[in-house]
């Protein structure tokens, strides 16, 4: 009672709705507390250390969210980029490569952000298991690339794969086929941070165990939390230790961000003789991209702006191609010293994404997570580069997968480059229906993958199979309506052809 009459006093007197709101915070920061305190209890011996780690981070977290207010960035304060601040890749590569890259290179460590499953595209497991081109995974072409650097040019690049707790088993027993290649292999693991129910905001998990009833508790914070968790797993001073200088980190998933010597030449040996401590790697907008982060300029320093952060009366400002014309691809390179120098000084800030799901049993929860661009305005120096489309292959679903495996590309040493036979340098559009989004779904119904040189637009809707050796050119639409089915005969060349109705081949 007596807490009662001390809430509605607060809340009677003049400052009484903020000072109440305060009260009411803390209370809730409390019994967050509490909650994690007793899932600690649940833990073994060895898990102690970590789960505490882990723990101790969310909670970090949920405080800046309980803190935060509205939007987290001003509109008005947000202006382009001044020129320099972006540079253009052909400005870089303009420089050439020094005599000793062997000595640049040996200071490089690639980091692929490899938490994600498969889900998406109908796959178990980790989505780097997943055949992308002549039955070589993410993770064999990423081997592949890396080796190929290794013995050019006799050095010693690891790579380094940040798992989540969702990937970390199967990606590890993957990676014993690897042990005789020329490419040391390092694994470290995000943070496990706990779902929190959507009403009440406390954790909805009641031990630290992530299966059965609790499987779905859990969740990794997003890629922002590759700073803290490459700190704590030691890794960062091993490297350190070995002279190590640079991280080049990107999505496992984005076959075109392979390690470009140019950039690194640039980090390395800056014209100005001042380096940079975080350059992040944007490209041209096209009208697919219109929901991307962008670069902006914000209070005196570069910053990453995400839709989910703008105000709702500008997000058609934000999307359109004419205000900001380049977005992130999320390859970023990073100076290890000043990683370790910010962490070590709490001073990365990253916003927070609030991110609501819903969970099989029908609960609402929500999870807070970062994204590892958005730091760029607590390292100094920190640099955008201005780097062609190429470098932006990401394969995010089975539309992907089809260019990807498709003639447009071909593979040399795990690096995917266009084919010069195509005429022009862009993509083509594709988009299959919902019958191609699992992957298995999507192979049975391509006999061969089509010839698509010329292709400059595909859609494909409804219950469609492609015999072997078709060829698509230009734009191309095939319609099959609801009970109707649609065989593309082996062989077939479809230039600007609309196909609707029922096409069916049988065999004799």
Same mark, same amino acid.
């Given at each position: 009672e007596r807490v009662v009459q001390v809430l509605i006093y607060i809340a009677m007197s003049q400052d009484g709705a903020s000072q109440f709101q305060e009260v009411i915070l803390q209370e809730l920061e409390l019994s967050v507390k509490k909650e994690l305190e007793k899932i600690l209890t649940t833990a073994t011996s060895h898990e102690f250390e970590h789960t505490k780690k882990d723990l101790d981070g969310f909670r970090k977290l949920f405080h800046r969210f309980l803190q935060e207010k509205g939007p987290s960035v001003d509109w008005g304060k947000i202006q382009r980029p001044p020129e320099d601040s972006i540079q253009p890749y052909e400005k870089i590569k303009a420089r050439g490569l020094p005599d000793n890259i062997s000595s640049v290179l040996n200071k490089l460590v690639v980091v692929k952000l490899n938490g994600g499953l498969g889900t998406s595209m109908g796959c +178990?497991? @980790?989505?780097? !298991? =997943?055949?992308v081109r002549n039955e070589n995974t993410f993770l064999d072409l990423t081997v592949q690339q890396i080796e190929h650097l290794n013995k050019t040019y006799n050095t010693d690049v690891p790579l380094v794969l940040m798992n989540s707790f969702n990937t970390d088993e199967d990606t590890k027993k993957i990676l014993q086929k690897y042990n005789h290649c020329r490419v040391k292999i390092y694994t470290f693991n995000q943070s496990r941070y706990p779902r929190i129910n959507k009403e009440s905001l406390l954790p909805i998990a009641k031990d630290v165990s992530y299966s059965g009833e609790n499987t779905e508790a859990w969740y990794p914070p997003g890629h922002g939390d590759i700073y803290a968790s490459f700190y704590n797993s030691g890794l960062l001073d091993t490297f350190i230790e070995e002279g190590k200088e640079y991280i080049f980190v990107s999505n =496992?998933? $984005?076959l075109g961000a392979t390690v470009d010597l140019y950039i690194l030449n640039h980090?390395? $040996? @800056?014209p100005n003789g001042k380096r940079c401590e975080f350059v992040m790697e944007v490209t041209n907008k096209t009208r697919a991209d219109v929901k991307g982060g962008t670069l902006t300029q914000y209070e005196g320093k570069l910053r990453l702006v995400e839709i989910a952060q703008v105000p709702k009366a500008h997000v058609d400002e934000f999307k359109s191609v004419s205000k900001f014309k380049i977005f992130n691809t999320n390859n970023l390179w990073i100076s290890l010293a000043a990683v370790k120098r910010l962490q070590e000084q709490n001073a990365i800030d990253m916003e927070i994404i609030v991110n609501p799901k819903t969970l099989d049993g029908g609960l609402n929860v929500i999870q807070l997570e970062t994204a590892v661009g958005a730091a760029? +305005?607590?390292?100094?120096n920190s640099l955008g580069i201005n780097v062609p489309r190429s470098r932006f292959l990401p394969v995010k679903t089975t539309s992907d997968l089809l260019l990807v495996m498709s003639n447009l590309y071909? !593979? $040399?040493a795990g690096s995917l480059t266009m084919s010069e036979k195509r005429e022009f340098p862009t993509v083509p559009l594709v988009k299959l229906g919902s019958s191609f989004t699992k992957v298995q779904d999507y192979l049975r119904r391509f006999e061969s993958i089509p010839d698509m040189l010329e292709l400059d637009h595909l859609t494909v809707s409804g219950d469609v199979t492609f015999g072997k050796n078709v060829s698509l050119k230009g734009t191309v639409i095939i319609i099959a309506n609801h009970g109707d089915r649609i065989d593309i005969p082996p062989g077939a060349v479809l230039e600007n052809k609309?196909?609707?109705? $029922? !096409?069916?081949?049988l065999d004799h």
């Amino acid at each position: 009672e007596r807490v009662v009459q001390v809430l509605i006093y607060i809340a009677m007197s003049q400052d009484g709705a903020s000072q109440f709101q305060e009260v009411i915070l803390q209370e809730l920061e409390l019994s967050v507390k509490k909650e994690l305190e007793k899932i600690l209890t649940t833990a073994t011996s060895h898990e102690f250390e970590h789960t505490k780690k882990d723990l101790d981070g969310f909670r970090k977290l949920f405080h800046r969210f309980l803190q935060e207010k509205g939007p987290s960035v001003d509109w008005g304060k947000i202006q382009r980029p001044p020129e320099d601040s972006i540079q253009p890749y052909e400005k870089i590569k303009a420089r050439g490569l020094p005599d000793n890259i062997s000595s640049v290179l040996n200071k490089l460590v690639v980091v692929k952000l490899n938490g994600g499953l498969g889900t998406s595209m109908g796959c +178990k497991g @980790p989505k780097s !298991l =997943i055949g992308v081109r002549n039955e070589n995974t993410f993770l064999d072409l990423t081997v592949q690339q890396i080796e190929h650097l290794n013995k050019t040019y006799n050095t010693d690049v690891p790579l380094v794969l940040m798992n989540s707790f969702n990937t970390d088993e199967d990606t590890k027993k993957i990676l014993q086929k690897y042990n005789h290649c020329r490419v040391k292999i390092y694994t470290f693991n995000q943070s496990r941070y706990p779902r929190i129910n959507k009403e009440s905001l406390l954790p909805i998990a009641k031990d630290v165990s992530y299966s059965g009833e609790n499987t779905e508790a859990w969740y990794p914070p997003g890629h922002g939390d590759i700073y803290a968790s490459f700190y704590n797993s030691g890794l960062l001073d091993t490297f350190i230790e070995e002279g190590k200088e640079y991280i080049f980190v990107s999505n =496992i998933d $984005n076959l075109g961000a392979t390690v470009d010597l140019y950039i690194l030449n640039h980090l390395m $040996n @800056p014209p100005n003789g001042k380096r940079c401590e975080f350059v992040m790697e944007v490209t041209n907008k096209t009208r697919a991209d219109v929901k991307g982060g962008t670069l902006t300029q914000y209070e005196g320093k570069l910053r990453l702006v995400e839709i989910a952060q703008v105000p709702k009366a500008h997000v058609d400002e934000f999307k359109s191609v004419s205000k900001f014309k380049i977005f992130n691809t999320n390859n970023l390179w990073i100076s290890l010293a000043a990683v370790k120098r910010l962490q070590e000084q709490n001073a990365i800030d990253m916003e927070i994404i609030v991110n609501p799901k819903t969970l099989d049993g029908g609960l609402n929860v929500i999870q807070l997570e970062t994204a590892v661009g958005a730091a760029i +305005k607590s390292f100094e120096n920190s640099l955008g580069i201005n780097v062609p489309r190429s470098r932006f292959l990401p394969v995010k679903t089975t539309s992907d997968l089809l260019l990807v495996m498709s003639n447009l590309y071909s !593979l $040399n040493a795990g690096s995917l480059t266009m084919s010069e036979k195509r005429e022009f340098p862009t993509v083509p559009l594709v988009k299959l229906g919902s019958s191609f989004t699992k992957v298995q779904d999507y192979l049975r119904r391509f006999e061969s993958i089509p010839d698509m040189l010329e292709l400059d637009h595909l859609t494909v809707s409804g219950d469609v199979t492609f015999g072997k050796n078709v060829s698509l050119k230009g734009t191309v639409i095939i319609i099959a309506n609801h009970g109707d089915r649609i065989d593309i005969p082996p062989g077939a060349v479809l230039e600007n052809k609309i196909v609707s109705g $029922n !096409l069916r081949i049988l065999d004799h």
